[in-house]
């Protein structure tokens, strides 16, 4: 049993639908009556897998993750939580209302239609349960409708009836946000939640580090001052102890720290949700028995500190095989996550690819939460009988932009259970995020985008936002972070918007079809196309992505095989003229006519200047334009009607598609018209999508181009992925700063106090051996910056002369060493815009536009339309800016 609609009414901030309580035209449904007044329920659409929910501040969100749970009867209303906007709000004696909560439920199984019919026995056998609906404001009051020959039949329920059906419904659970794993954790408050007839711990062993850090100080008063409790003898011979006011604040001092007075209920609340977190990690994930937790905290009582230190690798070892970290935090695969003994506590550290062992209050926020979310998705014990559906609020709160790429991931696999996962059946997951970068961009469907009218119009759900430039999605994620430049793992440069537009869209369409998805589509996750605003632009654009760092990203390149394209190639490759310099390697850079033998053209004599537009079948085109121009023009089917193949294939040879289509139409009536890229690659994607739901109603010339369309894409985005595997691979190589780096500390391990000249001579050989071997990877400025800087080592210190010298000034030696590993970020950082465009050879022109910024703001504005990442105005100006700082490249400093 899926849960397919949410109704809210009267319910905090969700008033009734305003828009069809207006509207002549809609019929009331039994339940929106009350008293024959007409009273709409706001309905949010639930996907059966992941839904995804967006709005501005106050919209609603977190209140429709509530309403669910009320929805399913297991949260009661109180009586804050009616609208207070609504007309029905009233203080009248008897008079009181409460919300009005419904679902819709599809999926059903064999056994939940059996137990329906069992609850309720006056459904008519003849009637199919493919669906359900529930409407009421508590449980005493609830009733089941059924669809029945086009109107729905009401099925008062009793009490009995409820909790029978309350058995059946899925159950809602959450992973609150605001929770994360502690730093440390009591050992004997981890025995105490797996066994709770435990009671062999004393108070003192389960208060946390700080607590007890504030005993022991509270302790030092009277081992500084042991004479603050005395006995004193009384004139009748009796001894009595007097305590004096300074012993009585650290004993009360004491006693607050042991009964936790100091922390309120909800601090309280939130200690134990972390421990709770805790003991999952160990007890649950890693299986570590409770047993030798105890063991440990004997052995660590009585000083036995070798077999305390052989529990602690066991339990380490333990978590590093069964936790299985690293494949789902992918900013450091070589993270590790390990505990090490305290006193009383386990303590949470953290080694990362540096090597270097961090506590967990020294690394940031993200990672603590994000391993806290994983966690729970580990831990998860699913429910026996039911279904269930995971809530979450606004998770991207702690987590950076890779982080919230990640927990995509880990949704889907509730979502979507791997096989042999412990998680025996999938789980509908909601969700509700401020953050773009948790927007799944392969699944635009998932959306639900919730807005707030005025007065007392409350919350809606705005349907259809993709047509109007995808607002107020835009609007509610904040225009500035919708449109980061370069967030993904590689970044596909095309020419401009029609690109971007088909090239999502057909990724889009071809993901629930193909049998690869790795392979046969784009994962719009992890591949930002970026639309250039034209193909001079391209040069300029792969420079910002990836010409002036030392830590590159992975760019590929996708153009026309028409003249503006071959010429972005030529400047991209730095041909045809002095002084120039590859911007990209040949082998990233793919020209659709590269692809030409495979593709399935229009024509034989399709031309060689070919567009994105060529690969799309004619029938589509043609389909695609007409809906451009009733869309644009207002006009009638007829007047369109004009538009054939057998006209467009008699104006086609050597033009494009779209050359084609455009002179067609010129020489009709509408000569001045110019058809809008950007509007027939929108509807280029909304043909193909409205085809592919109706196929079995396809002609058979639509059925050919909608197969064409298909093989053609999965031939191109096969391509694409080589080369962003390739891209990317070649990204994950060790980096030449590192090799150095790894040189140079061998040899101050070897040589920590002095070295011999010859030692320094053959360290710089190394050096310049693994320098000779990356060159084809590394940028020549980089590779000169630290030749460099050897060859000033080499000459200051004299190395090549009476080699069995000891080095002068050693120290200031290792100081060179150490530029060494700096001196190619430090080149790269010291180029400027001027000094690359230069030396690359790209035009004055294509220079003056991207100084005025104009044709990138023009191409960017429309990012959104069908991807909600692009190039930000504001990061290309900073870069811009912070390049005008230097006119003129810097040689690293020689040695002192």
């Known amino acids: 049993m899926l849960l397919k609609k949410v109704f809210i009414r009267f319910y905090k901030s969700f008033n009734d639908d305003f828009l069809r309580k207006n509207d002549d035209r809609v019929k009331p449904k039994p339940w929106e009556l009350i008293k024959d007044a007409f009273y709409p329920y706001i309905e949010v659409p639930i996907e059966p897998k992941i839904t995804t929910i967006v709005g501005a501040n106050e919209s609603g969100k977190s209140h429709l993750l509530s309403a669910i749970e009320k929805a399913l009867f297991v949260k009661d209303t109180e009586p804050s939580d009616f609208c207070r906007y609504s007309p029905l709000f009233t203080v009248k004696k008897n008079e009181l209302k409460s919300p009005d909560f419904g679902s819709e439920w599809s999926g059903l199984s064999k056994s939940e239609k059996e137990s329906i019919r069992e609850i309720i026995k006056e459904i008519p056998e003849k009637i199919i349960l493919d669906r359900l609906l529930i409407f009421g404001n508590h449980v005493d009051d609830l009733t089941l409708y059924l669809p029945e020959k086009g109107d729905y ?11 029978e059906l309350q058995k059946l419904l899925p159950r809602p659970f959450r992973i609150e946000s605001n929770v994360a794993l502690p730093s440390s954790v009591p050992i004997k408050k981890l025995v105490e939640l797996d066994r709770e007839d435990y009671s062999g711990s004393k108070k003192f062993e389960l208060l946390d580090r700080e607590q007890r850090n504030r005993i022991v100080k509270a302790l030092d008063v009277f081992s500084n001052n042991p004479e603050l409790i005395t006995s004193i003898r009384h004139l009748s011979g009796e001894k009595r102890e007097e305590i004096e006011h300074e012993a009585i604040t650290s004993l009360k001092s004491i006693i607050s720290a042991l009964d936790e007075v100091s922390f309120s209920d909800i601090e309280k609340e939130r200690r134990e949700k972390e421990f709770n977190l805790a003991y999952k990690l160990i007890c649950k994930i890693a299986q570590v028995d409770t047993n030798s937790l105890l063991n440990l905290a004997d052995a660590i009582q009585n000083g036995m500190q070798g077999f305390a230190n052989g529990i602690i690798d066991k339990i380490n070892d333990q978590l590093a095989s069964n936790l299985n970290f690293p494949n789902y935090w992918v900013q450091d695969r070589n993270f590790c996550l390990k505990v090490v003994a305290r006193d009383y506590d386990l303590v949470f550290t953290i080694t990362d690819r540096t090597g270097t062992e961090y506590s967990f209050d020294e690394r940031s926020q993200g990672l603590r939460f994000f391993l806290s979310y994983y966690i729970e998705y580990r831990s998860h014990e699913p429910h026996q009988n039911k279904n269930e559906i995971l809530l979450m609020d606004e998770p991207d709160a702690y987590l950076s932009s890779q982080a919230q790429q990640d927990l995509l991931k880990v949704f889907d696999l509730f ?35 919730l807005q707030k009218g005025n007065e007392d119009e409350g919350t809606r759900v705005v349907r259809d936002f993709a047509k109007n430039r995808y607002e107020p999605l835009r609007s509610s994620i904040g225009t500035l972070i919708g449109e980061s430049v370069f967030i993904g793992n590689c970044n596909l440069m095309v020419e401009g918007i029609c690109e971007q537009i088909i090239i999502a869209g057909a990724a889009r369409y071809l993901r629930p079809i193909v049998e690869s998805d790795k392979l046969e589509t784009l994962d719009l996750n992890h591949i930002t196309i970026v639309d250039s605003g034209g193909a001079n632009q391209v040069p300029y654009m792969v420079y910002l992505a990836c010409g002036r760092h030392v830590e590159q990203i992975a760019v590929i390149v996708l153009l026309d095989s028409d003249k503006c394209g071959n010429d972005a190639k030529k400047q991209l490759l730095g041909r045809g003229a002095q002084h120039r310099r590859p911007l990209i390697k040949p082998e990233f850079i793919l020209q659709l006519g590269d692809l030409k033998q495979e593709f399935s053209l229009v024509a034989d004599n399709a031309t060689e200047k070919l567009e994105i537009e060529d690969i799309i079948p004619l029938s589509i085109c043609i389909k695609a334009t007409k809906l451009y121009l009733q869309e644009f023009l207002q006009v009638d089917e007829t007047s369109v009607s004009f538009l054939t193949e057998e006209l467009i294939l008699s104006k086609i040879d050597n033009l494009t598609i779209l050359d084609a289509i455009q002179e067609s139409i010129s020489e009709s009536f509408y000569k001045e018209l110019k058809v809008s890229k950007a509007g027939f690659a929108r509807n280029v994607i909304q043909v193909v999508n409205e085809w592919s739901q109706k196929r079995g109603e396809l002609d058979e010339n639509q059925s050919k181009a909608l197969q064409i369309f298909e093989e053609n894409f999965k031939i ?23 090799k150095i780096k790894r040189l140079n500390n061998s040899f101050i391990v070897l040589h920590p106090i002095s070295a011999k000249r010859e030692d320094g001579v053959i360290l710089l050989d190394e050096i310049e051996d693994v320098i000779k071997s990356n060159i084809e990877n590394e940028s020549p400025q980089e590779i000169e910056a630290i030749q460099n800087v050897i060859q000033n080592l080499r000459r200051h210190y004299k190395l090549d002369v009476e080699m069995n010298k000891t080095i002068d000034d050693y120290t200031e030696f290792k100081m060179g060493l150490e530029r060494i590993n700096n001196a190619g970020l430090l080149a790269s950082q010291e180029e400027t815009v001027e000094a690359q465009a ?3 050879n790209i035009s004055e022109e294509v220079l003056e536009d991207t100084k005025m910024d104009k044709s990138l703001k023009d191409g960017h504005e429309q990012l959104i339309n069908e991807q909600v990442s692009t190039t930000s105005e504001v990061e290309t100006a900073e870069v811009s800016d912070r390049s005008a700082n230097s006119n003129m490249r810097k040689k690293p400093n020689p040695p002192k």
Do not use: C, W
């Open 838 to 840: 230069e030396e690359s």
């Open 415 to 449: 979502a979507n259970p791997e096989p042999g996962s412990h998680l025996t059946h999938p789980i509908q997951v909601v969700y509700v995020t401020h953050s773009p970068f948790l927007i799944d961009k392969n699944h635009t469907d998932r959306i639900r985008v």
């Open 716 to 738: 191109l985005f096969k391509k694409l992925n080589f080369m962003q595997r390739s891209a990317q691979k070649r990204l994950t190589k060790e980096m030449l700063k590192q």
């Open 153 to 163: 039949r009401p099925y008062k329920l009793e009490k009995k009836q409820v909790i």
